[in-house]
C-alpha cells in the first residue's frame, strides 16, 4: 500500500526561480522531514536519501525503491512512502 502526503505546488517552486530549496513537512505517522527540491533539466525531491524526479522518463507516478513522485493535474506534487 503506497501512502501519498501532498507537498508543494510545482508552479509556487518554479516561480521562486532558484536551483534547489529545502521544506520541513509533517508526514502524518512518520513525523517531520526536510526533503530538497532541486530544478536542473528536470525537477526533483531528495528523501530520506533517495532522490525522486518528476515524471521520470514519461512515468507519473515515477516510483524507486519504496518511494515514488506523483504530479497530479493542479500541478500538486506528492510523496509516496511504500508500507507493507
Given at each position: 500500500?503506497?501512502?501519498?502526503?501532498r507537498l508543494f505546488?510545482?508552479?509556487?517552486?518554479?516561480?521562486?526561480?532558484?536551483?534547489?530549496?529545502?521544506?520541513?513537512?509533517?508526514?502524518?505517522?512518520?513525523?517531520?522531514?526536510?526533503?530538497?527540491?532541486?530544478?536542473?533539466n528536470e525537477t526533483?525531491?531528495?528523501?530520506?536519501?533517495?532522490?525522486?524526479?518528476?515524471?521520470?522518463?514519461?512515468?507519473?507516478?515515477?516510483?524507486?525503491?519504496?518511494n515514488a513522485v506523483?504530479?497530479?493535474?493542479?500541478?500538486?506534487?506528492?510523496?509516496?512512502?511504500?508500507?507493507?
Amino acid at each position: 500500500m503506497m501512502n501519498w502526503f501532498r507537498l508543494f505546488r510545482l508552479p509556487n517552486f518554479d516561480d521562486l526561480g532558484l536551483t534547489s530549496t529545502q521544506i520541513s513537512v509533517a508526514l502524518e505517522g512518520y513525523g517531520l522531514h526536510d526533503i530538497l527540491i532541486c530544478k536542473g533539466n528536470e525537477t526533483s525531491i531528495l528523501y530520506e536519501g533517495v532522490f525522486l524526479t518528476i515524471n521520470m522518463n514519461g512515468k507519473n507516478a515515477f516510483r524507486l525503491d519504496d518511494n515514488a513522485v506523483y504530479l497530479d493535474s493542479n500541478d500538486d506534487v506528492w510523496l509516496g512512502i511504500y508500507e507493507n
